[in-house]
């Protein structure tokens, strides 16, 4: 996928997306990647991600996030620290911290944690 950077994260469709985990899987474990990711169906663990970490609708991540730029139209339970942004939709869920320079939170959704902001600062390795 070519210049994913300069492309709005709130414009892809799945087939833009290098990984679609399905509805219908189950993933319990570490997960590293340095494509966008999509997440349809449950995971459980660690999610690492030097590009996009997207959760669609209906999806459920028990998990802790590590990405530049999160989406959550699902639910997550787990901190999330996002190098660029994090962007909450209305139908999406977040029980945990999260960590970003840039983060939406839509009216409607649902948030339960402490929000920290970091403008100009650097996370460093993964």
Known sequence: MANIEKVDLLDLDE????????EDIYF?????CNKPFMIKGEVEGKLFSSSDVTV???????????????VIKGSVTGNVLADTMLHVFACGKLVGDVTAPDVVLESGCVFNG????????????R
Request: with cysteine.
């Open 15 to 22: 087939e833009d997306y290098d990984t679609v985990l399905a």
């Open 28 to 32: 319990s474990g570490r997960i590293d």
């Open 56 to 70: 669609e609708e209906n999806a459920i991540v028990r998990a802790d996030i590590r990405a530049d730029r999160v």
């Open 114 to 125: 402490i929000c920290k902001m970091t403008k100009g600062q650097q996370f460093g390795n």
